[in-house]
């Protein structure tokens, strides 16, 4: 039949057919007689088989030349091939090259971090970037898959901010002409804001931390998503957060296999990941802590990330930490009626020491409380006045939370680090590239 151009990821729907497809050299081996090509096209990988014999030795010897990473149109006939990952091979009829490679710095052979992340622009080449970004995508997905089958709006909140939330310290600071403007730490506030017009919301945009942290959970901008909910209360609030948790695992689960196969993903470990999760309170947690042994902490401090993971240890499932000391959260959470030195908040910590991947709240609604936090948190309330009047005007309990994208996709794809979960990371020592 006539020859088909098509995609690896479609191959399928052509076998026994000639396709050609436009696609990269991501590695070659061959002997005298057969060379084998292994080829990349953004949708997926496929080997590409030249035989001598069949191709005749122009072809052949322009097979056996060809450098990683050229470029090329190569035409063949699809053959289904349970041993191929994908299921199929590409036995191959001709080659055009487009572009010839030369020196490609990313070889099949093991290079150090550093020189991978100077690379990054072309390291996301490989097969296991391609895995993760493919992972990641889905997670995106399915996040606005999940959250308008649940009547919820994509909202977007500003990046650039005449102030900030989730503390002061931590801000990048830029001009905006002759005021001072800060980059989103969270869109949080304004999404509360949305959630009075709207009722249920969420957001998915960057923010930017100016954290001197290094280590293998931050990134100085990261992806959010950030839902908030009207007439949603503290315990709906984590429901919402579970369903939505489980959801995406499922998601990827079901479309990723391939990718988690890549990954080397332990896939029974993610299999049992279902609403409800279990929950433990600050007071729970910090007791279990002590049990375990752990003697640097008392009943004030922040839990750090090895308490955190010895927590997280305990359960097969990601686990709650709720009701913190109203002394370690932002001003704006709803303390708990039965006892005012605690608020309605969650932590998500994830399983496998990734860490917390959601923090959430039930927000404070009303007025005089939230002035007086505004006030004692030595905020401007000028600053804040917009917020303060939504509590004028038909106020109504609501709550909200938000999901670390990079590292909910460490931890399902099973990467150690977030700098490997986002295309370009910025990190404490990286701008570049
Ligand atoms: O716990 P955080 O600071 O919560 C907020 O910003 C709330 N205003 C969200 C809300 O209620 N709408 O951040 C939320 C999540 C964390 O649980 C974590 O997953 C991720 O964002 N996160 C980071 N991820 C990568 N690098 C960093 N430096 C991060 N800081 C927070
Ligand atoms: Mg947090």
């Known amino acids: 039949g006539k020859n088909v151009k098509t995609t690896i990821a479609k191959v399928g729907q052509f076998v026994e057919r000639e396709v050609t497809i436009g696609a990269w050299i991501a590695g070659k081996r061959s002997s005298g007689k057969i060379a084998f090509l292994q080829l990349r096209d953004g ?22 030349n060809i450098t990683q990473e050229s470029s090329l149109y190569v035409s063949g006939v699809v053959r289904a091939d349970d041993r191929a990952p994908s299921g199929y091979e590409l036995t191959i009829t001709k080659i055009e090259v487009i572009h010839e490679a030369t020196d490609y710095p990313i070889t099949p052979k093991e290079h150090g ?30 996040t606005y898959q999940f959250f308008n089958e649940n009547d919820f709006v994509k909202i977007d909140p500003p990046i650039l901010t ?31 804001a949305a959630a009075m017009a709207l009722g249920r919301v969420f957001s998915f945009g960057p923010t930017f931390r100016a ?6 959970r931050h990134l100085i901008e990261f992806w959010m998503i950030e839902p908030e909910m009207a007439f949603v209360e503290f315990d709906e609030n984590l429901e919402i957060q579970e369903q939505y948790v489980s959801y995406i695992v499922q998601s990827v689960i079901k479309n990723c296999q391939l990718e988690l196969k890549v990954l080397g ?23 279990f802590l002590h049990e375990k042994g ?10 750090g990330a090895p308490h955190e993971t010895a927590i997280a240890e305990h359960y097969d499932m990601p686990v709650f930490i709720t009701h913190y000391p109203t002394s370690l959260k932002p001003f704006y959470m709803q303390p708990d009626p039965n006892r005012e030195d605690v608020v309605l908040c969650a932590d998500l910590i994830a399983p496998e020491g990734y860490g917390e991947i959601i923090g959430g709240s039930e927000r404070i ?13 030595n905020l401007s309330l000028d600053a804040y006045q917009w917020y303060l009047e939504l509590r004028k005007y038909g106020s109504v309990p609501h709550s909200g939370f938000g999901l670390g994208l990079e590292r909910t996709v460490a931890w399902i794809s099973g990467v150690e680090h977030v700098r490997e979960t986002i295309p370009f990371p910025r990190l404490l020592n990286r701008l570049y590239p």
């Open 43 to 64: 949708t997926g990988f496929i080997q590409g088989v030249v035989v001598k014999a069949e191709v005749g030795e122009g072809i052949f010897q322009q097979a056996k």
């Open 113 to 142: 971090t550093e020189f991978l992340m100077d690379h990054r622009h072309l390291w996301l080449r490989s097969k296991r970037q391609h895995a993760v970004m493919k992972i990641r995508n889905e997670i995106i997905r399915a």
């Open 162 to 192: 005449g102030s900030s939330p989730e503390g002061t310290s931590e801000l990048f600071h830029t001009k905006y002409f002759d005021e001072d403007a800060y980059l989103s730490q969270s869109g949080q506030l304004y999404m509360e």
């Open 211 to 216: 954290e001197k942290s290094k280590t293998r």
């Open 265 to 287: 993903r332990d896939i029974s470990k993610l299999e049992q990941i279902k609403a409800p999760f279990p929950r433990i309170t600050y007071d729970d947690a910090l007791a």
């Open 294 to 303: 752990f003697d640097d902490i008392s009943w004030g401090d922040d839990f």
């Open 365 to 377: 609604h009303n007025y005089e409380m939230l002035k007086e936090n505004i006030e004692s948190h």
